[in-house]
């Protein structure tokens, strides 16, 4: 059972524009929600995170919107550049059963010149 | 570079064998976690140690074992390796437990093949 799922697959953006990634979540047991970008051959990078009392974090070009209601939140990313060229991941954590991070299942992003 | 490293790069083993794949966290990092990554998939938690200790698991069989030890070095050992076990390995330390305020560090990931 996917506890994170997240939207699209893969997405194409041209440079200077807006990349938008969707998450969605059902357990409000989760507190704290990171996105992580993914190099080919790398692991996972932290790129910003949010905590469920606060509906938007801004970090540079990227923000994170978060709807506590509608148990959703999303990563933008202003101003698009090809070196963002990765995959995204969303992922949400619990304290309380393990201490326990869940992914959604990525995003590719390919930025055009 | 997150001063996170894993050996070997790639792996690629037979059904039924078992294998055992190594990380080095950061000096300093008392926690370290380890995720299964399926092509095209994202992370799944397989477990967490802290201060040598199992403190959170996955959903993933207890043929799935581990081991921290006291330099900062863990181990994830896999037996009677299964065909869908093949995917990418990743170990992830931070400072402490991994409370949501700690962000955790990747290694590169070990690439397992099972034949």
């Known amino acids: 059972q996917q506890q994170v799922k997240q939207s699209p697959q893969s997405l194409i953006v041209q440079k200077g524009g807006i990349s938008i990634i969707n998450c969605a979540y059902e357990n409000t047991a989760f507190d704290y929600f990171p996105w992580y970008q993914q190099f080919p051959g790398k692991g996972p990078a932290l790129l910003i995170a949010?905590?469920?009392?606060?509906s938007e974090k801004k970090e540079g070009r990227f923000t994170i919107s978060f709807n506590k209601s509608a148990k959703q939140f999303s990563l933008h990313i202003m101003d698009s550049q090809p070196g963002d060229s990765a995959t995204y991941f969303c992922a949400a954590f619990r304290g309380d059963t393990g201490n326990q991070f869940y992914f959604g299942t990525g995003t590719s992003l390919t930025v055009i010149p | 570079e997150t001063g996170v490293t894993q050996s070997p790069t790639h792996l690629i083993k037979t059904r039924g064998q078992q294998v055992t794949l190594r990380c080095s966290s950061q000096s300093g990092h008392n926690t370290v976690s380890w995720y299964q990554q399926a092509l095209g998939q994202g992370p799944q938690f397989i477990f967490q140690?802290?201060?040598?200790?199992?403190?959170g698991r996955g959903n993933f069989p207890p043929r799935f074992s581990g081991l921290q030890f006291p330099n900062y070095s863990s181990e994830l050992n896999v037996n009677a390796l299964e065909l869908d076990d093949s995917a990418l390995y990743l170990c992830?330390?931070?400072?402490?437990?991994?409370?949501?305020?700690?962000?955790?560090?990747f290694g590169p990931g070990t690439r397992l093949t099972v034949l």
């Open positions: 140690y802290y201060r040598e200790e199992e403190n």
């Open positions: 949010i905590r469920p009392d606060v």
């Open positions: 992830a330390s931070s400072p402490r437990l991994a409370g949501g305020t700690d962000t955790q560090y």
